[in-house]
Nanobody
Framework: QVQLVESGGGLVQAGGSLRVSCTAS????????VGWFRQAPGKEREFVAA????????YYADSVKGRFTIFRENAKNTVYLQMNSLKPEDTAVYYC?????????????????WGQGTQVTVSS
């Protein structure tokens, strides 16, 4: 099985930057895609970004496109989400997830493994 652990969350002022990471362990295949999702209180889980494990393709939600970047460092089994120009609306628990089929869609139902999440809070 695959285990995912997120880290790097915290408190940041609007307009600032933060990088969260997702480190995978266990039986990992290069064909797995990894996605980032977020969930704010009282709201449904929302797709943020996805990447193939090899980094061959990326996909972003319109709400973060141009501000966030997803990238991987295979030697560390880690996928990062670099968040720039943060807004209070970005405040949420951020989760990473792995899709063993490698499609990396925007639907959370496509993913097989999930981390526990890391809190990101953007103050105004």
């Amino acid at each position: 099985q695959v285990q995912l652990v997120e880290s790097g969350g915290g408190l940041v002022q609007a307009g600032g930057s933060l990088r969260v990471s997702c480190t995978a362990s266990g039986r990992i295949f290069s064909s797995y895609a990894v996605g980032w999702f977020r969930q704010a209180p009282g709201k449904e889980r929302e797709f943020v970004a996805a990447i193939s494990w090899t980094g061959g393709s990326t996909y972003y939600a319109d709400s973060v496109k141009g501000r966030f970047t997803i990238f991987r460092e295979n030697a560390k089994n880690t996928v990062y989400l670099q968040m720039n120009s943060l807004k209070p609306e970005d405040t949420a628990v951020y989760y990473c997830a792995a899709d063993r089929m490698g499609w990396g869609t925007a639907s959370h139902t496509s993913y097989d493994y999930w981390g526990q999440g890391t809190q990101v809070t953007v103050s105004s």
